[in-house]
């Protein structure tokens, strides 16, 4: 069965830190991007993060680059990431997501995770 399961959400004061897990299984890892993505209360899920597999490229959308870091741990299928210098418009429920390649939107992303929640308080 594939699987995707996010762990390491939870409550945080701004500023914080919070570091999140992508554990995958039931694919072949190394053959696939892997990708995050977050949604508020009411708005459009938004992709911020990105490594593929393939070449280790890595990628940042603007409002998280130098606060947020991507990395992998390919023997444990897993893909990190740290937060640092949270916002409260942080707030939302994370997902990560594998597909063939990044930044070629969400429709291509093959394997979802259930999502975990982060709150950043003020």
């Known amino acids: 069965e594939v699987q995707l399961v996010e762990s390491g959400g939870g409550l945080v004061q701004a500023g914080g830190s919070l570091r999140l897990s992508c554990t995958a299984s039931g694919f072949t890892f190394d053959d696939y991007a892997i990708a995050w993505f977050r949604q508020a209360p009411g708005k459009e899920r938004e992709d911020f993060s990105c490594?593929?597999?393939?070449?280790?490229?890595?990628h940042y959308a603007d409002f998280v680059r130098g606060r947020f870091t991507i990395s992998s741990n390919n023997a444990k299928n897993t893909v990190y990431l740290q937060m640092s210098g949270l916002k409260p418009e942080d707030t939302g429920v994370y997902y990560c997501?594998?597909?063939?390649?990044?930044?070629?939107?969400?429709?291509?992303?093959?394997?979802w995770g259930q999502g975990t929640q982060v709150t950043v308080s003020s």
């Open positions: 490594i593929s597999m393939s070449d280790g490229k890595k």
């Open positions: 997501a594998a597909g063939e390649w990044c930044l070629a939107g969400w429709s291509t992303y093959d394997y």
